[in-house]
C-alpha cells in the first residue's frame, strides 16, 4: 500500500513540476502593444462657441505614442472673445482678443492598465506660444468721484482700436485622462496650469486675455485651462514586449 | 486606485486655482483732481480763504456740501492749504466761482454776499491704461488759467507750477490772496 502511494506521490510531483513549467511559459509570452498618431478635437470650445456670442474657439489635438508610457504631445488653436470690464455695474471699457496658438510637449502615463485596457491617467508640460490682437472697441474713463457725471463713466472713445502684433509664450502644467470608449476612439479631459514666460504688450493697452492661455490675472502669471476632447487613435505599428517576470504586472498593457 | 488620488487631487487643486483670482476692484489708479493751493500775496506762505465757497459753472454744483473728505474742504468753512477740484474729462475746460467770505443774502438765498472771481481752467485730456479693473483714467495736459481782473477781485495772483496732472499728491496751481 505504502509502496502504492509513494508512486503517486512521484507521478503527482512530475506533474505539478510539468505544470510549473507551463505556467511559466505562459508568462513569458509576447504581447504586442500598439504604437501610434491619436488626432481629435476639444469639444469644450465649439460648445462654448456655439452657447456663448462673445466667443468663438476650436483647438485640435494630438498626441503620438513614443515609448510604453511617453507620448508627445501637440495643441493647435484658434480664440476669439470680446470681454467687457465693469466696476460696479457701470461699464468701463470692452475689448476683443483673436488670435491662434501652439502647445508643443509630451505626456507620461502614470497608469497601469489591465491587459488589454488603453485608457490613461497622464501628467504632462507643454511649450506654449501664441500670437494675436487686441482690439479695444470702447472705453470709458475711471474717475471714483463723478462730480460732472454722476451717472455713468465719462465716455472716452467708441471708435475701435486695434493693437496687433502681440504675442505670449509659456510653459504649461498639464493633468488629465483619457479612456478608450470604443476601439481606438477615446474621451479625455484634462486640466492646465500655465506660466507665463514672455508676454509682448503694447506700450498703451495691457495683454489682458491670450488665446490658449485664458485670462492673464494682474501681477501673477498664472494662467488656468482645460479641455474636453474627442480622439481616434491611429494603429500604425505595433511593437512586441517580452514579459520576463513571473509575476504579470504588465504596465501600461496595450 | 492609489495613483489615481495624487492626478485627481492635482486636477482639483488647478480648477480650484482659477477661482482664487484678484477681485476686480480698482485700486491701482483714479483720474486725478487738480490741486489748488492758498498762499499770502505778500509772504507768499500758506493762507487759507475765510468761508470758501466754490461753485462749478458747468454744472451749477458746489464743491464740498456732502463731505470734506471729497474735495479737502467743506462748503463755507475756512479752507486748508489746498484744496481739490474735479476736471471735466468731456470738454478741454471747466470753471468754478471761487467765493470768499461766501454767506446767504438776508432777503434772497439765491444771492451770495461773498467776493466771487471766476477762474477758467483749460487742457487737453489723455487717456491712460491703468489696470484691468480701472481701465482708462484721464490725465490733462497744458494746462492753463484765464480769469478777467477787476480791482475788487480778492484773488491777486495765480502762477501755474505743473501744467501735467497725472496725480494729486502735490499742488498744480497756486493762488495769491
Not at chain 1, 474627442?230 to 500604425?236: A, D, E, Q
Not at chain 2, 478777467?148 to 497756486?174: A, E, M, P
Amino acid at each position: 500500500m505504502s509502496r502504492y502511494f509513494i508512486s503517486l506521490f512521484f507521478i503527482l510531483t512530475a506533474l505539478m513540476v510539468r505544470a510549473q513549467e507551463e505556467v511559466a511559459k505562459k508568462d513569458t509570452i509576447t504581447r504586442k502593444y500598439s504604437y501610434g498618431l491619436r488626432v481629435g478635437v476639444d469639444l469644450s470650445r465649439p460648445t462654448l462657441s456655439f452657447l456663448n456670442d462673445n466667443y468663438t474657439g476650436l483647438e485640435l489635438v494630438g498626441d503620438f505614442r513614443l515609448t510604453e508610457r511617453w507620448w508627445l504631445a501637440a495643441e493647435l488653436g484658434n480664440e476669439e472673445r470680446q470681454q467687457e470690464e465693469t466696476a460696479g455695474a457701470l461699464p468701463l471699457y470692452t475689448y476683443t482678443s483673436s488670435g491662434s496658438y501652439i502647445k508643443v510637449g509630451a505626456d507620461y502615463n502614470t497608469y497601469t492598465n489591465w491587459f488589454g485596457m488603453r485608457n490613461q491617467i497622464h501628467i504632462g508640460g507643454r511649450y506654449a506660444f501664441s500670437t494675436f490682437s487686441q482690439t479695444l472697441e470702447n472705453f470709458r474713463f475711471f474717475e471714483s468721484n463723478r462730480f460732472f457725471s454722476p451717472d455713468e463713466f465719462v465716455l472716452g472713445s467708441e471708435t475701435s482700436q486695434e493693437f496687433s502684433g502681440l504675442n505670449a509664450s509659456w510653459l504649461e502644467f498639464v493633468v488629465g485622462m483619457k479612456a478608450e470608449i470604443f476601439k481606438n476612439m477615446y474621451v479625455g479631459i484634462s486640466a492646465r496650469l500655465g506660466h507665463l514666460i514672455t508676454n509682448g504688450e503694447d506700450d498703451n493697452f495691457r495683454n489682458l486675455w491670450i488665446p490658449g492661455f485664458n485670462k492673464v490675472t494682474e501681477g501673477a502669471k498664472w494662467g488656468v485651462g482645460y479641455n474636453y476632447t474627442l480622439s481616434y487613435f491611429l494603429p500604425l505599428y505595433k511593437k512586441v514586449k517580452k514579459k520576463k517576470e513571473v509575476q504579470d504586472r504588465a504596465p501600461n498593457g496595450q | 486606485m492609489k495613483r489615481l488620488f495624487p492626478v485627481l487631487l492635482l486636477f482639483t487643486m488647478i480648477v480650484q486655482f482659477s477661482s482664487c483670482e484678484k477681485d476686480d476692484i480698482c485700486v491701482e489708479g483714479d483720474t486725478p483732481l487738480l490741486v489748488v493751493g492758498f498762499y499770502d500775496i505778500v509772504d507768499t506762505t500758506f493762507k487759507s480763504v475765510n468761508n470758501l465757497r466754490i461753485r462749478a459753472l458747468d454744472n451749477d454744483s458746489i464743491l464740498g456740501l456732502e463731505s470734506a473728505e471729497e474735495f479737502g474742504f467743506s462748503d463755507r468753512a475756512n479752507s486748508p492749504d489746498s484744496i481739490f477740484l474735479p476736471l471735466r474729462i468731456d470738454a478741454m475746460t471747466t470753471q468754478f466761482e471761487f467765493i470768499l467770505d461766501s454767506a446767504d443774502d438776508d432777503q434772497d438765498a439765491t444771492i451770495d454776499t461773498g467776493n466771487i472771481d471766476t477762474l477758467t481752467f483749460d487742457y487737453l485730456v489723455n487717456e491712460q491704461f491703468v489696470s484691468r479693473a480701472c481701465g482708462f483714467v484721464a490725465n490733462f495736459n497744458d494746462l492753463d488759467t484765464t480769469r478777467q481782473v477787476f480791482s475788487t477781485d480778492w484773488i491777486k495772483g495765480i502762477n501755474i507750477l505743473d501744467t501735467t496732472i497725472t496725480n494729486s499728491n502735490l499742488i498744480h496751481v497756486q493762488i495769491f490772496h
